[in-house]
């Protein structure tokens, strides 16, 4: 149901819409078969209880290069130093331990919100939910936001802000969304 637009871009006019992920080959087909869900993209943070920024600046720089986020192709698309613990809106996903599923936006770039770096998502995650097991950095910038559909109308729930000469609730565009129903 989905044709190109152009650029890698895909138009859908249905949601009814399968996707098949191979199997990684450090997993075996009976577990890959088991999984529920899976999400991607972004940096870890946690990774089965051990955080990212436990150990320090220098067990962070290695943890960025060995998840292949300090290499020359992935710092051209960064729009900061990413092994810099600079403060922006960040979005976080993860698991606890039970395996329950947590969501966290943490706006930034505002007169209310400062956002928050590496080690200040892991530990704010950690003060939530100490069982968190799993989690990664989804996204930053103006396009961390929070919100709730009702009816036909989004409400922010985050503070968004593309940057800091902005007001709150400019979400930058976006091509992409978690969605989550109860």
């Given at each position: ?167 709150a609730g400019m979400v930058r565009p976006i091509n992409t969304i978690l969605c989550l129903?109860?």
């Amino acid at each position: 149901g989905a044709s190109p637009i152009g650029d890698g871009y895909y138009k859908c006019d249905s949601y009814d819409i399968g996707i098949h992920l191979d199997t990684p080959e450090d997993v075996s087909e009976e577990d890959w078969n088991q999984i529920v869900w899976v999400y991607g993209g972004g940096l870890s943070l946690i990774l089965d209880g051990k955080g990212l920024c436990d150990n320090g600046q220098e067990a962070m720089i290695t943890w960025l290069a060995e998840e292949g986020w300090m290499s020359v192709m992935s710092r051209q698309t960064q729009e900061s130093a990413i092994h810099e613990l600079a403060k922006h809106p960040r979005t976080g996903v993860g698991v606890t331990k039970d395996g329950d599923l947590v969501v966290f936006v943490y706006s930034g770039r505002t007169k209310m919100t400062v956002g928050a770096d590496y080690r200040e998502m892991v530990q704010i995650a950690r003060n939530i939910f100490p069982d968190v097991w799993r989690m990664m950095n989804v996204d930053g910038g103006g396009s961390s936001v929070l919100g709730m559909a009702v009816g036909n109308s989004f409400m922010e729930l985050s503070y968004p802000a593309t940057s800091a000469d902005n007001c709150a609730g400019m979400v930058r565009p976006i091509n992409t969304i978690l969605c989550l129903e109860p």
